[in-house]
């Protein structure tokens, strides 16, 4: 909990601007990866990773889940056609949804970066411990159950 005394916030100690500073941290720690290996931006690895798991999606569901702005997913999705790792193709659910999807090379990007990025995760909770990483685990669950971010 931040220290106040007489109505003073104490930045370094202030819940949301510790965890604003655990997000970029881990999100730094895990762009090496991506960004070094692969020449993605976090955009871009978003976008990769939403439309790697789910098997193609529209880009409405990705800014959903990854709670960017739509033009950030725009703008990422344009990139990575232009590199012929997406492609765009008529949903199957609805023909005039338009849907993203991985192509061949995309899909082998996507094949050799997860695991990477699934061993960077392991080893990043390790400092954890068990019995802590359980209990991180569980508030942040409770947290985003309490802001309404469950997906």
Known sequence: MSTRVHGELELAGFVPYRLNRLA???SNHLADI?????GLDVPEWRVMATVGSQHGCTA???AESTRMHKTRVSRAIA????????ERASSTADRRAREVRLT????????????LVLERER????????EPLRGFLAGM???ETFLGLQD
């Open 104 to 115: 061949k090379a995309g899909r082998r990007m996507y094949t050799d970066l997860v695991p």
């Open 34 to 38: 991506y960004r070094e290996r692969f």
């Open 60 to 62: 409405q569901h990705i």
């Open 24 to 26: 970029v941290g881990v």
């Open 141 to 143: 669950t409770a947290l």
């Open 123 to 130: 080893e990043l909770l390790a400092c954890l411990g068990k």
């Open 79 to 86: 990139h990575l056609e232009e590199r012929d790792l997406i």
